[in-house]
């Protein structure tokens, strides 16, 4: 926002100049378009009142201006280009002809104007964090860091930087690299959420159970309550043998049905540490349900038809039974009753499968199979 202001004292100064003609902009309309974000309408007033040829550098730079904030950026490019053949050596102008090709997307030319100022200033901050920028995006971690790592060098304190390098190196598990990028920047941004949440990654890793539990509370304070924060409470709570604010905690997981099976575990474990055995197995169940796939008995059941096809039939009895472990089909105790009267020509267990079908009440479009069953059933029964 400082920059904003500082930018718009320097385009209405700047704007107050004479064209060929004589004309003068009114500088408080001029305020006025650029306090209300008004950019597009403060770009139509200078063309109007700077028709072309416009060669005064400081008019072109106030068109310039307004159409990069209003999103013109070819119109813009023009402008300070424009301005840049005039004075190759002018920063700000090269900086913005960077960050202008750089939102076109094209990184070829945008960095070749970052490194013009690069070639003058090979300590500017700026240039740094949006070559890192640019390269991130571009999918080249390499430069990113390159880039990112001589910024921060600069301006440590900078936290999109030392956001940005400290991802990269939790990715690659150098907590104690990004425990103290983000130590350094949130000493002086204590509030910032993005630095909180990357500490609390790294605190978690390096087993600061204590320190991470401070952290989650305080982004909790903020407001924060991604699953994320709420499960790395939880845990580090648990981790520090506090069962009962662990329980209490990912009970709001369950509330807001993102419960997983890591909370559910942890909360389980809590229970049996407390001596409260039925809540321990309930939530033990919710894990073992939660961690194993709802498709795992359709598999299973799949493998089962596979192993009927080539004769296997042993095999596919037992592993028709092991698909019932993981979710019951009724249509699963048709075929292990079918392959004990047809295959296996064991009457008693047919009898006892059929009757389970029956049981397990099948839906309508298994009328045939369900007919068939109890027909068998009164058959194999006598």
Do not use: W
């Amino acid at each position: 926002m400082k920059t904003l202001f500082i930018s718009l004292i320097i385009i209405c100064f700047t704007a107050a100049v004479y064209a060929q003609q004589g004309a003068k902009a009114d500088d408080a309309l001029l305020l006025e378009y650029y306090q209300n974000q008004r950019f597009a309408d403060a770009a139509d007033y200078l063309k109007k009142m700077y028709p072309e040829p416009v060669t005064d550098a400081r008019t072109l730079a106030s068109l310039a201006y307004s159409s990069q904030m209003a999103g013109r950026l070819p119109d813009a490019e023009a402008y300070f280009g424009r301005i840049f053949s005039a004075d190759t050596t002018n920063t700000s102008v090269i900086f913005s002809l960077g960050n202008i090709m750089a939102r076109r997307g094209d990184n070829v030319k945008a960095l070749f104007y970052f490194k013009k100022i690069l070639l003058k200033d090979s300590t500017n901050f700026s240039v740094y964090k949006q070559m890192g920028s640019m390269s991130l995006n571009a999918g080249n971690v390499t430069d990113a860091l390159k880039y990112d790592e001589k910024a921060n060098r600069i301006d440590p304190a900078e936290p999109g930087v030392a956001y940005d390098l400290s991802s990269f190196y939790i990715n690659n598990k150098q907590y104690n690299r990004a425990d103290t990028i983000i130590a350094t920047a949130l000493k002086a941004d204590s509030g910032n959420l993005l630095l909180l949440q990357s500490k609390v990654q790294v605190d978690y890793h390096l087993e600061k159970y204590a320190e991470t539990v401070l952290e989650c509370n305080k982004l909790i304070g903020y407001g924060d309550l991604q699953s994320q924060v709420i499960n790395t409470l939880g845990t580090s709570l648990y981790k520090l043998k506090d069962y009962k604010n662990c329980i209490n905690t990912f009970k709001l997981l369950e509330q807001s049905n993102m419960a997983t099976e890591i909370s559910y575990y942890c909360t389980a474990m809590s229970y049996k540490a407390l001596g409260n055995q039925p809540m321990a197995i309930s939530y033990f169940e919710k894990a073992i349900k939660e961690a194993i796939s709802n498709n795992v008995n359709s598999y299973y059941g799949e493998m089962a038809d596979s192993y009927s096809q080539v004769h296997q039939v042993k095999n596919a009895v037992a592993t028709y039974q092991k698909s019932l472990l993981y979710g019951e089909l009724p249509l699963t105790y048709y075929d292990i009753a079918s392959l004990y009267d047809v295959q296996l020509k064991n009457k008693a267990l047919a009898l006892q499968y059929y009757k389970k079908y029956v049981k397990s009440d099948p839906p309508g479009d298994q009328k045939a199979y369900l007919i068939y069953s109890k027909r068998r059933i009164g058959e194999l029964s006598r």
